[in-house]
Nanobody
Framework: QVQLVESGGGAVQAGGSLRLSCAAS?????????MAWFRQAPGKEREGVAV???????TVAYFVKGRFTISKDNAQNTLYLQMNSLKPEDSAMYYC????????????????WGQGTQVTVSS
């Protein structure tokens, strides 16, 4: 059973930075799983933020490109999301996800999810 636990969320002012972490367990992390970050604001659909595939290929949503960076540490079984130049519209619950299938940013195609970590950006 794949287990994902996010941490690192919090409240920051616009222009600030946060680094989210996702600790993965229950499978061989460096195997065939792709990893991703999604977010969901109240009243909105869950949207893909960034994907890092098992071969290292990275896809980043246009609305965070140049500000957010996804990375992973295979030795520590940990996924990261470095978020810089945060904006109020980045406020959301951020979720870590894993799958062996898609590399896309379509949430319904991902199988395993963490419980989320809240990010709040004030103006």
């Amino acid at each position: 059973q794949v287990q994902l636990v996010e941490s690192g969320g919090g409240a920051v002012q616009a222009g600030g930075s946060l680094r989210l972490s996702c600790a993965a367990s229950g499978y061989t992390y460096s195997s065939s799983y792709h990893m991703a970050w999604f977010r969901q604001a109240p009243g909105k659909e869950r949207e893909g933020v960034a994907v890092i595939a098992n071969d290292g290929q990275i896809t980043v949503a246009y609305f965070v490109k140049g500000r957010f960076t996804i990375s992973k540490d295979n030795a520590q079984n940990t996924l990261y999301l470095q978020m810089n130049s945060l904006k109020p519209e980045d406020s959301a619950m951020y979720y870590c996800a894993a799958t062996q299938g898609t590399r896309s940013l379509i949430a319904r195609l991902w199988n395993y999810w963490g419980q989320g970590t809240q990010v709040t950006v004030s103006s």
